[in-house]
């Protein structure tokens, strides 16, 4: 998939969204991996102010993440 079919995935359904397809995603789109504890993941980008943090449960990402995931 290419950046503009993730995009839509992202924006058409974020409630059914797998955890490392989101995770993926924020590599893709030239955030990088921080860190985490238990089920989050981080992800940080230079020039973006906001982390992106991302929660896994029951192997999807939680909707209100994907849909803050939909800015950058």
């Known amino acids: 998939m290419?950046?503009?079919e993730i995009y839509q995935k992202l924006k058409g359904?974020?409630?059914?969204?797998?955890?490392?397809?989101?995770?993926?995603?924020?590599?893709?789109f030239g955030?990088?991996?921080?860190?985490?504890?238990g089920s989050h993941r981080i992800y940080v980008r230079a020039g973006?102010?906001?982390m992106l943090n991302f929660q896994e449960v029951k192997?999807?990402?939680?909707?209100?993440?994907?849909?803050?995931?939909?800015?950058?």
């Open 59 to 72: 192997g999807k990402a939680k909707a209100y993440q994907v849909k803050h995931h939909k800015g950058y």
């Open 48 to 50: 973006v102010r906001e």
């Open 13 to 28: 359904n974020p409630a059914d969204v797998r955890f490392e397809e989101i995770c993926k995603a924020a590599k893709l």
């Open 31 to 37: 955030f990088r991996f921080r860190g985490g504890k």
């Open 2 to 4: 290419d950046k503009r």
